[in-house]
């Protein structure tokens, strides 16, 4: 069962934007992304990878989160041709998704938000 929630990303201006995050029952597989206020960034869709531990994490069989460890999971969010321009840091605690925290955005995606460090915070 898919889990969905609505994170609203800042920058140290002020700029806000809010993004659907579409992501399977263990938070250490891949999912999916969509904006829901347009023109902030310049992609509106693509995959979520989760990061964990500082490495890169695809999809695995049952027990190895476990054995790998669950302490902080970060999520990368892609454009359609697999390349990465926003990181949200430590979105998960073991399975339990926080409430806020920080990130980046890189500079070739940025529009109307400053490149650079963000905010996130969970609204839905």
Aim: net charge positive; charged share 30%.
């Amino acid at each position: 069962m898919a889990k969905k929630f609505v994170l609203k990303l800042s920058d140290e201006k002020g700029n806000a934007f809010r993004i659907k995050i579409k992501s399977p029952w263990r938070p250490v597989d891949a999912g999916s992304w969509r904006t829901l206020d347009k023109g902030y960034i310049c992609y509106n869709s693509g995959p979520t990878i989760p990061i964990l531990k500082g490495g890169l994490i695809l999809p695995w069989g049952p027990g190895e989160g476990d054995r790998l460890g669950w302490s902080r999971v970060d999520l990368l969010l892609f454009n359609a041709d697999e390349t990465w321009g926003v990181r949200l840091n430590k979105v998960w605690d073991f399975i339990v998704m926080n409430d806020e925290g920080k990130g980046k955005i890189l500079q070739p995606w940025a529009l109307k938000i400053d490149p650079g460090r963000i905010a996130w915070d969970r609204v839905e």
